[in-house]
């Protein structure tokens, strides 16, 4: 399908994002959920960027997709280490709430997958005091091995927009094999599920303004300080890839 935006994409390490602002990006959107347009978005951070960079077949697949944005400061900061900086960081989070928001506003539907039972659970019971204009279509864990029963859900329910996460690269691997199963918008947004329900509390204002929220996960969940060797990997990669075309 031919994208409608105008954007300029950059290339990081071979990955395609949109240069736009998540203004602009969310118009889009709508427009293309009106529409009943398949439109599948991946929301890109350090991590998936180098995955790709090694997995072939994954790369292959976040190809596919329409539209990849910058989610994540280290995409920011690679695009200005090339000289072609991006408008802004569009994250999966923001993006998920805003769109459940105009969603309620709009009379739309949602499909939820991802997450433990319990946070699926509680996800529901947020959703519908949070945005009562906004119809559940169906929810479904993240723990799943056979496809079929949630697609046939999907597909019989025709919801506007799926929002997948079970993290990379599960939920891009499960959009691309079964966004043909509704005309709707496909987004993988990773752990928004447990920040949208208080499992997980997201970074306060100050630290998100300076850009620090990955820093703030770390120091809440140190398990997580083995994802923070992908960063300077990363770098190093976007600086040689600076260095080469010189």
Do not use: C
């Not at 000289?83 to 769109?99: C, H, M, N, W």
């Not at 859900?153 to 499960?174: L, N, S």
């Not at 947004?189 to 509390?201: A, C, H, M, Q």
């Amino acid at each position: 399908m031919e994208k409608e935006t105008k954007n300029k994409q950059v290339s990081i390490l071979g990955v395609p994002f949109e240069d736009t602002n998540q203004k602009d990006f969310e118009a889009l959107l709508k427009k293309r959920i009106d529409a009943h347009q398949n439109t599948f978005v991946v929301t890109a951070n350090p991590e998936i960027v180098m995955y790709a960079r090694h997995n072939r077949l994954y790369n292959q697949l976040i190809h596919k997709a329409d539209y990849i944005i910058a989610d994540g400061i280290g995409i920011i900061i690679g695009a200005k280490l090339l000289k072609q900086p991006l408008a802004e960081r569009i994250t999966g989070y923001d993006l998920f709430v805003s769109l459940l928001h105009w969603g309620s506003q709009t009379h739309k539907s949602a499909y939820f997958v991802g997450a433990k039972t319990d946070v699926i659970n509680k996800l529901k019971q947020v959703v519908a005091k949070s945005y009562p204009g906004l119809t559940i279509a169906g929810t479904h864990n993240g723990y799943f091995g056979d496809d079929r029963n949630i697609v046939n859900d999907i597909a019989r329910t025709q919801p506007d927009m799926v929002f997948v996460a079970t993290g990379y690269p599960k939920q891009e691997e499960f959009i691309e094999r079964n966004r043909k199963a509704a005309d709707g918008l496909w987004m993988g947004i990773g752990g928004s599920f447990d920040v949208l329900t208080g499992t997980v509390k997201r970074a306060p204002q100050s630290w998100q303004k300076m850009h620090l929220e990955w820093l703030y996960r770390v120091v809440k969940e140190p398990s997580r300080i083995y994802r923070l060797s992908v960063l300077p990997k990363y770098l190093l990669e976007v600086l040689k890839e600076k260095w080469s075309k010189k």
